[in-house]
């Protein structure tokens, strides 16, 4: 799923990128997996999603199968002695099975030099071959690892992305309500920008949500008044990282906005907001002038740390009242 446009008004507004192909993966992975692209080189604008009925239902990559065709079709020895075993006939109906399918990219590993034949009927088939000396199973999982993370179902918030003593957090709320202008005093105060305006979220794992920020807006963050900042220029590369996992959300409301009545005073205002299927825990802050805001996102993010680990401020408050209490009565 590609990031949701920003308003066209906005001086930071992103850029939807088109969807990923098999050149992007050989761009991405030439070097890394050793690959050489030796045939059906006009195929490779092929979506490695695919764009077309049933694309949807097919695996990722695997070993070649032709039953439940893979978008990455991976040829290692066991099925080149198969394929060395057809006779013609047989041989002529099984590639055609399997170009039919239309993969992204069938690659053979194991450093194995494919034969001419299955070199032309790729190339009429405009299906890009590729090899790799890595063993098959590695092959696969290095794909694997690269299709998680690049077909990944993905979001773009409005917020300020930050890693905040080493939790990733984002920083949400209404326009102008102030929060570049805390990421600015968080940075000032040790911790590091991911992401500002428009952070991108993708969902790798059942439990994890990923954010980074787009290639266009790395680095920089736009503050009212002062425009937009390079804040690695400023503050050096410890004021950056690339990429975090998103464990805490901090809405930021004025006060104004909140209802007396719904706020618990002894464990504050919790809930949660579901980012990509995913439950993300959140904490509403109160915004007015004098609060020192980074001195309470810093504390909210700890008393949550503290959460995490099983100990809970108000769970101890009030047994410690309940024990005072007992000891009272007993007098």
Not at 7 to 16: G, H, Q, W
Not at 37 to 64: E, H
Not at 298 to 305: F, G, L
Request: aromatic fraction near 6%; include cysteine.
């Amino acid at each position: 799923m590609p990031p949701a446009t920003i308003e066209d008004d906005d001086p930071m507004a992103l850029i939807v990128p088109p969807p990923p192909t098999t050149s992007d993966l050989f761009g991405a992975l030439e070097q890394r997996l050793s690959l050489e692209w030796i045939a059906g080189q006009s195929g490779g604008q092929r979506s490695l999603r695919g764009d077309f009925p049933g694309a949807a239902g097919q695996t990722l990559v695997g070993p070649l199968n032709c039953i439940h065709p893979n978008r990455i079709q991976v040829i290692g020895h066991a099925e080149q002695i198969f394929l060395s075993g057809l006779f013609d006939r047989s041989f002529q109906d099984f590639m055609d099975k399997l170009l039919c399918g239309e993969p992204a990219a069938v690659i053979v590993s194991d450093g194995i030099r494919p034969d001419t034949v299955i070199g032309d009927y790729a190339e009429r088939a405009n299906t890009p071959l590729l090899t790799s000396p890595l063993p098959d199973r590695e092959l696969v999982n290095e794909l694997q690892y690269y299709l998680i993370h690049v077909l990944a179902e993905r979001t773009t918030l409005h917020g300020v992305f930050m890693e905040v003593l080493g939790m990733g957090v984002m920083l949400t709320g209404d326009a102008s309500v102030g929060k570049s202008e805390l990421a600015l005093e968080l940075i000032s105060r040790g911790h590091r920008l991911v992401a500002d305006d428009a952070p991108e979220f993708s969902r790798i794992a059942p439990d994890i949500v990923e954010g980074r920020c787009p290639e266009l807006l790395r680095e920089f963050l736009e503050v009212r008044g002062l425009g937009v900042l390079n804040a690695r220029a400023m503050f050096g590369d410890i004021a950056i990282k690339d990429k975090k996992y998103l464990r805490l959300i901090i809405h930021l409301a004025r006060l104004d906005q909140i209802d007396p009545s719904q706020v618990d005073r002894l464990s504050g205002s919790r809930g949660s907001r579901v980012v990509l299927g995913l439950e993300i825990p959140e904490v509403q802050v109160p915004v007015a002038p004098g609060r020192n805001l980074a001195i309470l996102v810093e504390t909210a993010v700890r008393n949550h740390i503290l959460r995490l680990k099983g100990y809970q401020a108000s769970d101890d408050f009030i047994e410690r009242q309940r024990r005072w209490l007992e000891a009272a009565g007993d007098d």
